[in-house]
């Protein structure tokens, strides 16, 4: 066996890391089953690929096993991208046509089944002490660097407008977990360039430079690693998505009626301030629009062409106007911060807070300092 070193600890570590979470993840009970058994792919698909960290003190010889392993790269991504569909959106289902996403992994195979998978014992002992100077080194380095930045964009376009649509249509405070979604994204983007900056060393710079740029990167993965696990246990709900039929605002062609327009909004801040349907921390346009008897996109239209606002900032001003009062109220001065942001409909102390600055430049304690 040869001699143990740091990656090689650090893989074992994350290795088991990624596993436990998958199997807590697949194990768990919720309506987002789907999601649950995608997500848990994916760690495991990132298991199995820093079992390459550590390989050398497993296996003596080069065997197909290895790289069959490695092979199995090629499925991160589209995984990645259809956990990020059946999050975003509540009504994903697996289809046959999402087959095509396994393309990629065929022909990764298909390019090292000549003389990796039919080569002799030998052969690939010869293969392996040369791989980074063949071409099908080339290729998988080349093909998964672009299947990482071609994906990745795909999941930043996709999160957007799901954003949006969600704004737009819902006024629930589990926007966060959006925020969340961009900020896995965007760490296994930068995950991903600082993968291609090692690969780019391994072939065209100085052994020296190589190692830095490998262990700069195997303590990044640990790092994400662990603040994945954080996340999860901070957020163990496993999103609310929105429905994928919903459309944009921006999607309806409608003939402006100034004097229509006008009367609909009377009644609409009418009805807000006399019913104070914000105060529900669920609250949805399609709810909104069944109390006061309107059109789902006829409301959407009002409030995001005519307001200015989507849904959920629309909702937020009244939510954040209410706490204002209670803030100014002297017989409620014993009211905290948490009580008053459940009062008003929120249910999160951060957004909570993000939103109460937006609005008035100030924190909640800060304003009622000041009143």
Same mark, same amino acid.
């Given at each position: 066996m040869?001699?143990?070193t740091?990656?090689?600890i650090?893989?074992?570590?994350?290795?088991?890391?990624?596993?436990?979470?998958?199997?807590?993840?697949?194990?768990?009970?919720? !309506?987002?089953?789907?999601?649950?058994? $995608? #997500?848990?792919?994916f *760690?495991?698909?990132? =298991? +199995?690929?820093?079992? %390459?960290?550590?390989?050398?003190?497993?296996?003596?010889?080069?065997?197909?096993?290895?790289?069959?392993?490695?092979?199995?790269?090629?499925l991160?991504m589209?995984?990645?991208?259809?956990?990020?569909l059946?999050?975003?959106?509540?009504?994903?289902?697996?289809?046959?046509?999402?087959?095509?996403?396994?393309?990629?992994?065929?022909?990764?195979?298909?390019?090292?089944?000549?003389?990796?998978?039919?080569?002799?014992?030998?052969?690939k002992?010869?293969?392996f002490?040369?791989?980074?100077?063949?071409?099908?080194?080339y290729?998988?380095?080349?093909?998964?660097?672009?299947?990482?930045?071609?994906?990745?964009?795909?999941?930043?376009?996709?999160?957007?407008?799901?954003?949006?649509?969600?704004?737009?249509?819902?006024?629930?405070?589990t926007?966060?977990?959006? !925020?969340?979604?961009?900020?896995?994204? $965007? #760490?296994?983007?930068? *995950?991903?360039?600082? =993968? +291609?900056?090692?690969? %780019?060393?391994?072939?065209?710079?100085?052994?020296?430079?190589?190692?830095?740029?490998?262990?700069?990167?195997?303590?990044?993965?640990?790092?994400?690693?662990?603040?994945?696990?954080?996340?999860?246990?901070?957020?163990?709900?496993?999103?609310?998505?929105?429905?994928?039929k919903?459309?944009?605002?921006?999607?309806?062609?409608?003939?402006?009626?100034?004097?229509?327009?006008?009367?609909?909004?009377?009644?609409l801040?009418t009805?807000?301030?006399?019913?104070?349907?914000?105060?529900?921390?669920?609250?949805?346009?399609?709810n909104?629009a069944e109390?006061?008897?309107?059109?789902?996109?006829?409301?959407?239209?009002?409030?995001?062409?005519?307001?200015?606002?989507?849904?959920?900032?629309?909702?937020?001003?009244?939510?954040?106007?209410?706490?204002?009062?209670?803030?100014?109220?002297?017989?409620?001065?014993? #009211?905290?911060?948490?009580?008053?942001?459940?009062?008003?409909?929120f249910?999160?102390?951060?957004?909570?807070?993000?939103?109460?600055?937006?609005?008035?430049?100030?924190?909640?304690?800060?304003?009622?300092?000041?009143?």
């Amino acid at each position: 066996m040869e001699h143990v070193t740091f990656t090689n600890i650090i893989g074992i570590v994350i290795t088991f890391i990624l596993v436990l979470l998958a199997f807590f993840v697949f194990s768990v009970v919720s !309506n987002n089953k789907i999601s649950n058994k $995608l #997500f848990a792919t994916f *760690l495991l698909l990132n =298991a +199995i690929e820093f079992t %390459g960290f550590y390989t050398s003190l497993l296996f003596n010889e080069p065997n197909n096993f290895l790289v069959a392993s490695r092979e199995f790269s090629y499925l991160q991504m589209p995984v990645l991208f259809l956990y990020i569909l059946s999050v975003c959106y509540s009504d994903f289902k697996l289809q046959w046509k999402h087959l095509w996403h396994i393309i990629p992994y065929l022909i990764g195979n298909l390019v090292m089944f000549p003389r990796f998978y039919l080569g002799s014992l030998a052969q690939k002992k010869d293969l392996f002490n040369n791989f980074n100077s063949l071409f099908e080194s080339y290729f998988a380095h080349t093909a998964l660097h672009l299947q990482s930045i071609i994906y990745l964009t795909a999941c930043f376009i996709v999160l957007k407008r799901a954003k949006k649509i969600f704004k737009e249509n819902y006024s629930s405070n589990t926007i966060a977990t959006y !925020n969340w979604l961009f900020q896995l994204i $965007l #760490f296994t983007a930068v *995950l991903y360039g600082f =993968a +291609i900056v090692k690969n %780019g060393l391994k072939f065209f710079g100085t052994p020296a430079f190589f190692e830095i740029s490998h262990n700069v990167i195997v303590i990044s993965v640990l790092i994400f690693v662990c603040w994945y696990v954080l996340k999860a246990l901070k957020y163990p709900q496993l999103f609310s998505g929105v429905n994928s039929k919903i459309k944009l605002t921006t999607d309806f062609v409608q003939k402006p009626n100034k004097k229509q327009n006008k009367k609909e909004i009377e009644q609409l801040s009418t009805f807000m301030a006399a019913h104070k349907p914000y105060l529900n921390p669920s609250l949805t346009l399609r709810n909104l629009a069944e109390e006061i008897k309107m059109n789902p996109r006829e409301l959407s239209v009002l409030i995001n062409q005519n307001l200015n606002q989507h849904f959920f900032d629309f909702v937020n001003g009244y939510r954040i106007e209410e706490a204002k009062s209670i803030l100014k109220n002297p017989a409620k001065k014993e #009211f905290t911060v948490l009580e008053i942001l459940y009062e008003v409909g929120f249910n999160s102390k951060s957004s909570f807070n993000t939103a109460f600055k937006k609005y008035t430049g100030l924190t909640p304690t800060q304003f009622r300092k000041n009143k």
